[in-house]
């Protein structure tokens, strides 16, 4: 089976990390399928003669297409130039994947909305059934009835053209539910890279890692501060290492000074994902004080490395934190997160490396990601067909 990913999120020129998971999934379906990447991108400084660029490797055929954006002041006609040019740079795409790939039997579309409108225009001509499956959180934290009236449309009317859809969680497939985006829907979860690793043994107790964007309304990693200058002033043993960057890391390195933090916490910016595993391997515990997620990459990636986690309930970690691999506390409770910091250092023993790795590995493998989505896709031909 040839299948198309058309992502909305994925790694390249622009971001080697952005929707690096998305790309997990394809490697996974590459063990089960053909699988082509046809990705559409802005590029403000953009080399016209670089238009595209073709990456293989992976078992992956990935085609970036790049167009530079327009920065017309008026929004509506800057909207609508862009729009235009994603198009154009999609159809440019198209061709080279029919010349070098032939035409797939399948599109699978990853994030609303224009992968999936690329996906429709490529149905009605070809009659290639598509899937789309959901990541984004804004169908939980208000964002999608914020972009108005005619993107809502559209959204439905894509989703209704779907041959079928899935969600990276029961959580936000509920949401597409509850906005009247479908009636039904899979869940298929992202994988979780390090299983493959050997099991790490425990950290040094106290040592904390945190890993996010440092985009604060979303991931509040400045709770975790507040809670740790509580759990310090009862246990001196805590300290904590923050993997990630964002527009608010100057702010919550004012904040680590201001609450006398300066010695017990360590700011180390972005990495490579194996990096990333790399420090959650010598870590402790893992903290997600996250205000929403849709599925938590980096809660699966803790318990791939056996470590116990404490986790909000904000959507995603609830499907992984289980009382044998972790606590879950209410979102925004720094209370509750300082409490929790307290309980697993006191019940440090009780948490078990290889108990708490085997809560992911069945699910969330490779080959497990693959298995489901080439379920899903039997499914959608068949209904393409029908």
Request: charged share 20%.
């Amino acid at each position: 089976m040839h299948v198309l990913f058309i992502p909305k999120w994925y790694p390249g020129r622009n971001d080697p990390q952005l929707g690096d998971f998305l790309r997990k999934q394809a490697i996974a379906v590459a063990g089960h399928a053909r699988v082509s990447v046809l990705h559409v991108a802005a590029m403000k400084e953009l080399d016209q003669p670089r238009t595209q660029e073709l990456v293989e490797q992976d078992g992956l055929w990935e085609l970036h297409c790049y167009y530079r954006p327009s920065t017309h002041t008026f929004a509506p006609l800057r909207k609508a130039l862009n729009a235009l040019r994603y198009r154009k740079a999609f159809l440019q795409g198209w061709e080279r994947l029919l010349r070098e790939r032939g035409l797939p039997e399948l599109l699978h579309v990853h994030i609303l909305l224009r992968p999936a409108l690329m996906a429709q225009m490529v149905q009605r001509r070809y009659r290639i059934p598509y899937l789309v499956s959901e990541q984004s959180s804004g169908y939980l934290d208000g964002s999608f009835h914020a972009r108005g009236a005619l993107y809502g449309r559209l959204a439905k009317r894509a989703m209704r053209g779907a041959a079928g859809i899935t969600a990276v969680s029961a959580w936000l497939g509920d949401a597409l539910v509850k906005h009247r985006l479908c009636e039904h829907y899979a869940v298929v979860p992202n994988v979780v890279p390090g299983l493959e690793r050997p099991l790490p043994p425990r950290g040094t107790p106290g040592q904390l890692l945190v890993v996010a964007d440092l985009v604060d309304k979303t991931k509040n990693v400045s709770g975790v501060l507040r809670a740790l200058a509580r759990a310090r002033k009862l246990d001196a043993r805590f300290e904590l290492t923050v993997v990630g960057d964002g527009p608010d890391r100057q702010m919550l390195e004012d904040m680590v000074r201001s609450l006398g933090l300066a010695d017990a916490v360590c700011f180390l910016g972005r990495l490579a994902n194996n990096e990333v595993l790399d420090h959650t391997a010598k870590c402790w515990a893992v903290v997600i004080n996250s205000n929403v997620e849709t599925f938590s990459v980096v809660t699966g990636e803790a318990l791939a490395q056996g470590k116990p986690v404490i986790a909000t309930r904000c959507g995603g970690p609830i499907a992984f934190v289980t009382p044998q691999n972790g606590l879950l506390i209410d979102v925004g409770d720094d209370a509750a997160l300082a409490a929790a910091m307290l309980e697993l250092l006191a019940q440090n023993e009780r948490y078990d490396p290889a108990t708490i790795r085997q809560s992911v590995s069945e699910r969330f493998s490779y080959d497990a990601v693959g298995r489901a989505f080439m379920e899903q896709y039997t499914k959608a031909l068949t209904h393409g067909r029908a």
